[in-house]
C-alpha cells in the first residue's frame, strides 16, 4: 500500500497550496481549515458558482474564470459592509483539462487573492463528465449587528447604484452575434465588462457606514431592486434618465433604444445597489469619492410595494423579463 501523494493531492499541492497563505489553511495540508474574526465581529458568509456555458464561454481565457468566480462573491459582501476574511473554491473538471489551464486559473485566483486581501482556505477539485463548474464560499466579516442587509430600506430614502448599470448585458450580446456601430474602445468595454466584474469592495466602508439596505446587482437592475423593495416592504420609483450608463451602452441604446431593456435587467452587472437616508446622503457622496467609486442616485423610496421604472416621457416601463433566472 502506497503512502506516496495521490494525483489529486499533487495538484492541489502545485496549483492552490501558494494562494493559500494564512496560518489557518494549515497549507491545504489537511482535511479542514480554521478561521477566527476579528474581535468583535462576526462572519458574513456568501457562495455562488459559474458553469461554463452558462457563465463564461468555454474559450474564456482560465485566468479570467478563477478571477470571476471569486469576484462575484466579492461583490456580495462588499454589498454587505464586510471585510473579505478568505475563501474555500471546488472545482468540477472534464478529464481534457491540461495543466496549462490548471497553471492559468490558478495564476489568476493567486493575483486576486491578493489584491483583495482574500486567502485562499481549501475546497476540492474533482472530475466531471459536464462542463467546468467553479464554485466558491467567501468569509468575511463586520462588526456584530451591523450587516447591510436587503431589508431596512424606508421611504424617504434615496436610492444609489456603483459604476454603470448594463455593460455586461450587452456584452454578451456582443459575444452571441450582435452587431451596433460602435469604436474598438466602445466595443471592448462591453466585452470587458462580461468577461470580468469590477466588484466595488473600496466602497464597503461606506456602504457600511451609510446604507439603510444593500445588495449586489447580479441578475439585472430592475428585478435586484424589486426583491429589495418585497423584503424591506417598500416601493421604489426610478428615473431611468438618471441610471448611469457607459458611453459604449449610450452609443449602443442610441442605435437600437431597445436595448434600454436588457441593460435594466440583462445583469452580471455587479455593482451595489443601496439606499441612503437623506441624512447621510452628503456623507456617503464624500465617502464614495474619497474610495474612487462612482455613485449615483436614481430614485427614491416610497410607501407601498414594487418598483417603477420611468422613461423621460415620465410613464412606467414595462419589461418581458424583470431579471435573469436559472429556473
Known sequence: MSDSPSGEDKLIARFFGPIATDPGALGLTDDAAFIKPPPGTEMVLKTDAIVSGIHFFPEDPADAVAQKALRVNLSDLAAKGAKPLGFLVSLALPKEIDEAWLSAFASGLREDAATYKCPLFGGDTVRSPGPIMVSVATFGSVPEGRMVRRAGAKAGDHVFVTGTIGDAALGLKLRQGASWPLDEKQREHLLSRYLLPRPR???????????????????????????????????????????????????????????????????????????????????????????????????????????????????????????????
Not at 439596505?213 to 435586484?224: E, I, N, P, Q, T
Not at 414594487?306 to 423621460?312: I, N, S, W
Open 201 to 327: 469592495n473600496a466602497l464597503t466602508q461606506a456602504v457600511l457606514d451609510y446604507a439603510s439596505a444593500s445588495m449586489d446587482v447580479s441578475d439585472g437592475l430592475a428585478g435586484d431592486l424589486a426583491k429589495l423593495c418585497r423584503v424591506s416592504k417598500v416601493a421604489a420609483g426610478i428615473e431611468v434618465a438618471r441610471v448611469p450608463l457607459s458611453d459604449a451602452a449610450q452609443a449602443a441604446i442610441a442605435h437600437d433604444a431597445a436595448l434600454i431593456e436588457p441593460a435594466l435587467t440583462g445583469g452580471d452587472d455587479f455593482e451595489i445597489l443601496c439606499t441612503v437616508s437623506p441624512a447621510n446622503i452628503d456623507r456617503f457622496r464624500v465617502a464614495a469619492m474619497m474610495a474612487r467609486t462612482a455613485i449615483a442616485d436614481i430614485g427614491v423610496i416610497g410607501e407601498g410595494e414594487g418598483a417603477v421604472f420611468r422613461g423621460a416621457d415620465g410613464q412606467p416601463m414595462t419589461f418581458t423579463r424583470a431579471s435573469f433566472s436559472h429556473f
